[in-house]
Nanobody, 123 residues
Framework: QVQLVESGGGSVQAGGSLRLSCAAS????????MGWFRQAPGKEREGVAT???????LYADSVRGRFTISKDNAKNTLYLQMHSLMPEDTAMYYC?????????????????WGQGTQVTVSS
């Protein structure tokens, strides 16, 4: 059973930066996809950024150029560096891992999820 623990969320003003971390209990280098998803109140969970086993990164249009996903296999940790944060980035951010499916941007292919870390951006 893979356990994922997110950290790094918080409250920032618009234009600020945060770095989210996701510590995994298992060797994440064996994952097919790892990703960051977010869910704002009253909205569906959506993909933010994903990274597959071949190193291919995918980003939501709304965050491309501002967010960067990366992974440190030695530390079993996934990161999301977020710059130029905007109020619309406010959400609970979740880390997820998928060991079976290359459809990395779909929430339905992920079988392991963290508990989430809250990001709040004020204007």
């Amino acid at each position: 059973q893979v356990q994922l623990v997110e950290s790094g969320g918080g409250s920032v003003q618009a234009g600020g930066s945060l770095r989210l971390s996701c510590a995994a209990s298992e060797y994440i280098y064996s994952s097919i996809c790892m990703g960051w998803f977010r869910q704002a109140p009253g909205k569906e969970r959506e993909g933010v950024a994903t990274l597959d086993r071949n190193g291919i990164m995918l980003y939501a249009d709304s965050v491309r150029g501002r967010f960067t996903i990366s992974k440190d296999n030695a530390k079993n940790t996934l990161y999301l560096q977020m710059h130029s944060l905007m109020p619309e980035d406010t959400a609970m951010y979740y880390c997820a891992a998928n060991f079976a499916d290359l459809n990395c941007f779909s929430t339905y292919t992920y079988n392991y999820w963290g508990q989430g870390t809250q990001v709040t951006v004020s204007s």
